[in-house]
């Protein structure tokens, strides 16, 4: 009832184009999977039109933030996603880095006087989900992590990636590499998961213990 109310008010379901305008809308609608599925698509190009016709100057608050780094992926848009997090003038996180930040700001304007409230700002700091789940590619989608998918998001200038995700089963281990014109996932699950692999288009689903798939580029 409340996704029915939401897009009669505000979405025009012919074409994916929401009231307001801002990214944070787009990517917090998409997140949510309010908005119809045959307008899904449409709505995602319009966030990412968005982003690229504004020079990666995005819209979004900072609990919609994290959203729009993976919506952006889920939709097809990963090299925009990883150039958006390359970014290093203002406003991006990379602006941060390069003025000495260790943790993700409140603002991010570069203040350091009592305007800045906070210097961890763990909103902002939720991107990192998107290392986890889009970059290595876990999402735990079974209750009490006994089933999960693995399926990485590889823009194009990244050419390796390692990462532990830490469970109540134990640590799922995940190593991609591009190398030699091959693709090649190491995965390690522990005891008792089952995983739904979806490797560049390959899928299998497995269970615990070591794997590696291959694939030619």
Same mark, same amino acid.
């Given at each position: 009832?409340?996704?029915?109310?939401?897009?009669?008010?505000?979405?025009?379901?012919?074409?994916?184009?929401?009231?307001?305008?801002?990214?944070?809308?787009?990517?917090?609608?998409?997140?949510?999977?309010?908005?119809?599925?045959?307008?899904?698509?449409?709505?995602?190009?319009?966030?990412?039109?968005?982003?690229?016709?504004?020079?990666?100057?995005?819209?979004?608050?900072?609990?919609?933030?994290?959203?729009?780094?993976?919506?952006? !992926?889920?939709?097809?848009?990963?090299?925009?996603?990883?150039?958006?997090?390359?970014?290093? *003038?203002?406003?991006?996180?990379?602006?941060?880095?390069?003025?000495? !930040?260790?943790?993700?700001?409140?603002?991010?304007?570069?203040?350091?006087?009592? *305007?800045?409230?906070?210097? *961890?700002?763990?909103?902002?700091?939720?991107?990192?989900?998107?290392?986890?789940?889009?970059? !290595?590619?876990?999402?735990?989608?079974?209750?009490?992590?006994?089933?999960?998918?693995?399926?990485?998001?590889?823009?194009?200038?990244?050419?390796?990636?390692?990462?532990?995700?830490?469970?109540?089963?134990?640590?799922?281990?995940?190593?991609?590499?591009?190398?030699?014109?091959?693709?090649?996932?190491?995965?390690?699950?522990?005891?008792?998961?089952? !995983?739904?692999?979806?490797?560049?288009?390959?899928?299998?689903?497995?269970?615990?213990?070591?794997?590696?798939?291959?694939? *030619?580029?």
């Amino acid at each position: 009832n409340i996704a029915d109310a939401f897009c009669r008010k505000w979405v025009d379901t012919e074409t994916g184009a929401i009231e307001c305008g801002s990214m944070g809308a787009y990517a917090f609608a998409l997140r949510l999977g309010i908005l119809p599925e045959k307008c899904r698509k449409a709505a995602a190009r319009h966030m990412r039109d968005d982003l690229v016709s504004r020079n990666y100057m995005f819209t979004t608050g900072n609990l919609t933030t994290k959203y729009l780094f993976e919506m952006l !992926a889920e939709y097809g848009y990963i090299e925009e996603a990883w150039r958006l997090l390359h970014k290093t *003038d203002y406003p991006s996180l990379g602006y941060e880095i390069n003025h000495g !930040a260790t943790t993700v700001w409140e603002r991010f304007e570069l203040k350091k006087n009592p *305007d800045m409230n906070s210097h *961890d700002h763990p909103m902002y700091g939720a991107v990192d989900g998107f290392f986890h789940e889009y970059i !290595a590619g876990v999402k735990v989608t079974g209750a009490g992590c006994r089933r999960i998918s693995v399926k990485p998001y590889m823009p194009e200038k990244l050419h390796y990636c390692s990462d532990v995700v830490t469970t109540l089963l134990g640590d799922i281990e995940v190593k991609w590499i591009v190398e030699f014109g091959k693709r090649i996932l190491y995965l390690n699950i522990p005891f008792g998961m089952t !995983a739904d692999v979806d490797f560049c288009g390959v899928k299998k689903t497995v269970s615990s213990g070591s794997h590696v798939f291959t694939v *030619d580029m």
